[in-house]
């Protein structure tokens, strides 16, 4: 069984406990009417969910590092998540997507909330990414990638698939403009906030944490790093943070709040 048909299975029976059939039938439609006004973004990345900082890198693992041995003294942040690494695989990669659409309840309303809206959640793959530092990526055509060639850790996978999602909710939400800087500060503002990207305890063993405003300090750097590997906003990135900070650092929907992991 493929990771598709595993997801599709999980999809189908939650569908099945919790919407009849012609308002499944509705929201396909509806649907597919969003997917028309969006096909002029079809292979345009919205977000390319990276390692963005220097206390972000993971460094690449050896079979000590993947077993939890990793005697390495490294300063850095990757040296301190080095015990939680794991070799990267396509096997692990799929298991943990495929755990995550199974279990996170997180993941899950943000999907519920994006069908109440119109649209199926994106399709989903694990496949090697060409950028060293990237975890994952979103387009509306595509739908989500996660990075199976990337040394990682479940945990990671996890807030990347819902980093994703979180962008592909914001494109069938609002109708994001990929060329529009301030569009993409906002979504990524959101992203960090609701992924658990930003995870006190994580972040820790970064070395990126703080007793004061961490969340917030968190969400700003990572909003600004992932603006700064686009091109077309990498001169404008702490701008477009900047400017849109305020509404977008606050907005939660469809949470009510900052989610817990």
């Known amino acids: 069984m493929t990771i598709s048909d595993s997801i599709k299975n999980i999809l189908l029976l939650k569908n099945n406990n919790n919407n009849n059939n012609n308002n499944n039938n509705n929201k396909i439609k ?6 028309n006004e969006n096909d002029n973004y079809d292979d345009v990345i919205i977000c390319n969910h990276k390692m963005n900082s220097k206390n972000e890198e993971i460094a690449p693992t050896d079979d000590d590092t993947t077993n939890g041995n990793n005697n390495n003294n490294n300063n850095d942040g990757g040296g301190a998540l080095n015990k939680y690494v794991r070799k990267p695989t396509n096997q692990m990669c799929r298991e943990n997507v495929e755990k995550t659409f199974k279990e996170d309840p997180i993941l899950q309303f943000i999907i519920k909330e994006m069908m109440k809206l119109g649209c199926l959640p994106p399709v989903i793959t694990c496949e090697p990414c060409d950028s060293l530092d990237a975890l994952g990526s979103f387009t509306p055509k595509k739908g989500v990638i996660i990075c199976d060639n990337m040394p990682t850790f479940p945990l990671n996978i996890r807030n990347t698939v819902v980093h994703e999602f979180v962008h592909a909710y914001d494109m069938c939400k609002n109708k994001l403009n990929p060329f529009n800087c301030e569009h993409l500060a906002c979504t990524e503002i959101r992203a960090a906030n609701l992924s658990g990207d ?21 969400a700003k750097r990572r909003a600004i790093g992932s603006l700064q590997s686009n091109p077309n906003c990498k001169d404008v990135a702490e701008m477009a943070v900047n400017k849109v900070w305020e509404k977008c650092n606050k907005d939660y929907y469809p949470f009510s709040n900052i989610p817990r992991i």
């Open 30 to 35: 509806e649907n597919n009417r969003i997917e």
């Open 198 to 218: 930003c995870k006190w305890q994580l972040e820790a063993l970064k070395k990126n944490f703080g007793v004061f405003n961490h969340q917030a300090e968190c």
